[in-house]
């Protein structure tokens, strides 16, 4: 349906590398997963069974599989990684990844504290059997992370095997990236690309307000994450201008001056 409308911006087909929504599966049945893939699995490029989720999930290999299908990577949550590399079970942990039958893990250090350089050792251990994904930043609320360590952070992950680096927000998007209102830490976004090409980050953005903000910023393809399974459609509205808060982005001036007459009219009517 979308060749009915012009100036609508493209969108690269999966497998993609920009583009790219990640989904957050919080404990979805069997059928909720079967409905999601049904009605967006086309949109969606990466599903996280959020945290532990997966370790108290029925059916979560038939959850897995109907994903897989669909042609959509699943991962496990950073904060189970976290779990089991605390209780020194490393090993157990990518056996039970592989049992699953799983080809992507995400690497994190939101809860616990990990050595960096032990951090970048378990991302290029990982990256000979599995996708990698690594997440920088903390999940606690008050611990701030300096640009600079930021960056450093994920230049050394990037080179260290990661296929791309998360930056942290919590499912709540109050944390990480974003102040405590929701809103981005705008020159920590701008200090971090000066250094990191935008395609090698997922930004997590739960809220509505951040997907909008780095679309207006970054444009249709930036790769956002943590977005919730009834938010996908809405998301890709409005990556497409479809919605009204990116409706005249990817527009021609001469349709944008509608957008100031409205305005205009809508004064005129006020006096």
């Known amino acids: 349906m979308k060749e009915l409308l012009s100036y609508l911006p493209e969108r690269p087909e999966k497998p993609r590398n920009t583009g790219v929504t990640m989904v957050m599966d919080k ?12 009605t967006a699995g086309e949109l969606i490029d990466f599903i996280k069974l959020g945290f532990g989720t997966c370790m108290v999930t029925n059916h979560v290999e038939k959850k897995i599989k109907i994903y897989q299908n669909a042609n959509i990577k699943v991962y496990l949550g950073g904060t189970l990684f976290e779990a089991f590399l605390i209780r020194d079970k490393y090993e157990e942990f990518k056996k039970f990844v592989k049992k699953l039958k799983i080809d992507v893990v995400e690497v ?22 599995f996708t990698v994904l690594s997440e ?24 260290a095997g990661s296929f791309k680096v998360i930056a942290e927000s919590r499912e709540s998007g109050t944390v990480g990236i974003y102040r405590p209102s929701g809103m981005p830490h ?6 971090i690309l000066s250094k990191i090409p935008l395609d090698k980050i997922l930004w997590e953005s739960p809220q509505k307000s951040q997907q909008v903000w780095f679309i207006k910023e970054f444009g249709a393809n930036v ?9 996908i ?19 021609p001036e001469e349709m944008k001056e509608l957008e100031l007459k409205a305005e205009d009219s809508e004064e005129d009517q006020e006096e």
């Not at 404990?27 to 049904?38: K, N, P, Q, W």
């Open 27 to 38: 404990g979805l049945s069997v059928r909720e997963a079967e409905d999601l893939v049904d």
């Open 136 to 159: 920088v930043g903390s999940k606690q609320s008050g611990i701030l992370i300096a640009p600079t360590k930021w960056i450093n952070m994920m230049e050394t992950e990037l080179q």
């Open 108 to 129: 994190s250090d939101g809860s616990i504290y990990i050595d960096h350089d032990r951090k970048c050792e378990l991302i290029n251990d990982l990256s000979k059997d």
């Open 223 to 231: 790769n956002l994450g943590n977005i919730a399974p009834h938010e």
């Open 186 to 191: 705008v020159a920590l976004v701008s200090k």
């Open 233 to 251: 459609i809405p998301l890709e509205t409005l990556r497409l201008g479809l919605r009204g808060d990116t409706f005249f982005l990817n527009l």
